[in-house]
């Protein structure tokens, strides 16, 4: 069964960093658009990155770029997410999924029947001082 599971969770001050990681089994993470969203409370899941092949290929919302780095380590099957300059309002619960192509990661709204995508549990990141 895939299974994605994310750690590295937790709180920093702002401007601070931390990096989330998301382990896959039974796929192959460089095979796939391994994909960070991100969830405020009481809102929709927002798309923060979409990487591929060891991040050769990776693309980041405008409230990312410049601060977030994704990246696929192709011998731990793992995805990384690399959060620096952390702000208050990057306070959300994070998602990684997987993906078999670019436009279904950026189209996805969370999981569901017709997704198409496997999903990790989610990782509370808080950010406060």
């Known amino acids: 069964k895939v299974r994605l599971e994310e750690s590295g969770g937790g709180e920093a001050p702002p401007g601070g960093s931390l990096t989330l990681s998301c382990e896959a089994s039974?796929?192959?993470?460089?095979?796939?658009?391994m994909t960070w969203f991100r969830q405020f409370p009481g809102a929709g899941l927002e798309w923060v990155s979409t990487?591929?092949?060891?991040?050769?290929?990776?693309y980041y919302a405008d409230s990312a770029k410049g601060r977030f780095t994704a990246s696929v380590d192709t011998r731990k099957n793992t995805l990384f997410l690399k959060m620096e300059s952390l702000k208050s309002e990057d306070t959300a619960m994070y998602y990684c999924?997987?993906?078999?192509?670019?436009?279904?990661?950026?189209?996805?709204?969370?999981?569901?029947?017709?997704?198409?995508?496997?999903w990790g549990q989610g990782i509370q990141v808080t950010v406060s001082s």
């Open positions: 999924a997987a993906f078999t192509s670019l436009i279904t990661s950026l189209q996805s709204r969370g999981p569901g029947p017709s997704d198409g995508g496997y």
């Open positions: 039974e796929i192959t993470a460089a095979t796939y658009y």
């Open positions: 990487t591929y092949r060891r991040g050769d290929l990776s």
